[in-house]
């Protein structure tokens, strides 16, 4: 009898064991991270990892073939049910902690979900990558053709279904049509962006652009659109914003300021604030100014990237 409901604590104890025995599908998940290229096995999985900070879904710690190095993916897993406030940032502290007591050297943080949960939760763009649960039962049904194998691929494929699941996305025409509106305002004026179709949940002003030059190791680099906010951000994870200014002052554009984002210090310009129920000819006009300091933060970041990135490698931001 098939079971109905899928929890997300199921969905950890699959995985948790797919990382154990499965060194191929350990490698094809390793290969989406940060950390693709190197070449490391599994020596630890764990599961519901606390501390007084909360709980890390799975904690997944890689050794590099050489034994010098370890690496940790932290993966939050999410069917239906909200992040919880500051989850994400909670969970780097954790893994921060954990870097600053030698337990590896390195960490990306990962989100586990159905695609429609990623495509329409803005929140969920601050994990460092998704990895979908579309793409595991596929991973998993071509690399294990035996019953087992496509027992466990559709338990992962069901659990995506909305019709089972009680999260949804909250539709709304109206911040259909103004995402509809920028987008095309993106694609045929400003294709530096690289901006993907979006599909956001009611009145999100909030998007994530990072153009495919840039880099997600050894930090993450990517421009954050907080359009309510009018606050166009260039972000390198995992750096102490006032040492990093002190590093590129020289550098920086006259309407250029840094900040602390949490983790990552942000190279900030300041563009005109909008919200999606405002009507198309006053909110798109301030779009195009959005996504122009977006351009310029890019062309900034592929002027500057070496000095950008060295002077980021000498601010690392540590517990």
């Known amino acids: 009898m098939p079971i109905g409901r899928k ?7 699959l995985l948790a064991e797919e990382f154990m025995v499965s060194p191929e599908f350990a490698a094809w998940f390793l290969e989406k991270t940060k950390f693709a290229g190197i070449q490391a096995t599994v020596v630890d999985v764990s599961v519901s990892k606390t501390d007084y900070t909360g709980e890390s879904d799975l904690v997944i710690l890689y050794e590099d073939t050489s034994g010098q190095a370890r690496y940790a993916i932290h993966v939050e897993n999410k069917i239906d049910a909200p992040l919880q406030p500051e989850q994400e940032q909670r969970y780097r502290q954790r893994a921060e902690y954990e870097i600053s007591q030698g337990e590896y050297v390195d960490y ?27 793409e595991i039962a596929e991973f998993i049904d071509s690399s294990d053709p035996s019953p087992r194998g496509k027992y466990r691929s559709n338990f992962v494929a069901t659990s995506t279904s909305k019709r089972v699941n009680s999260w949804k996305k909250v539709e709304d025409q109206v911040t259909n049509r103004f995402w509809e509106e920028a987008y095309n305002i993106a694609s045929h ?21 990072r153009p495919h030059d840039m880099p997600k190791m050894p930090r ?25 200014e002190g590093h590129i002052r020289l550098l920086l554009e006259s309407d250029m300021t840094v900040h602390q984002t949490y983790k990552s210090a942000s190279i900030r310009l300041n ?17 195009r100014e959005a996504f122009d300091a977006c351009a310029r933060l890019i062309k900034f970041y592929r002027t500057n990237r070496r000095a950008l990135d060295l002077a980021a490698g000498a601010c690392i931001l540590t517990p």
């Open 271 to 287: 563009v005109s604030g909008f919200s999606v129920s405002e009507p198309l000819e006053t909110s798109l006009p301030k779009v």
């Open 108 to 134: 990306d943080l990962v989100l586990c979900t159905p695609t429609f949960y990623r495509m329409n939760q803005a929140c969920a763009l601050s994990f460092d990558l998704c990895v979908f649960y579309e």
């Open 7 to 13: 929890y997300e604590r199921d969905i950890d104890l």
């Open 189 to 209: 004026e400003f294709p530096i962006l690289e901006m993907k179709t979006p599909n956001l949940t009611k009145d999100s002003t909030w998007i994530n652009l």
């Open 220 to 244: 993450r680099v990517s421009i954050f659109f907080k359009g309510d906010r009018g606050y166009m951000d260039l972000t390198l994870d995992r750096c102490v914003a006032h040492k990093l």
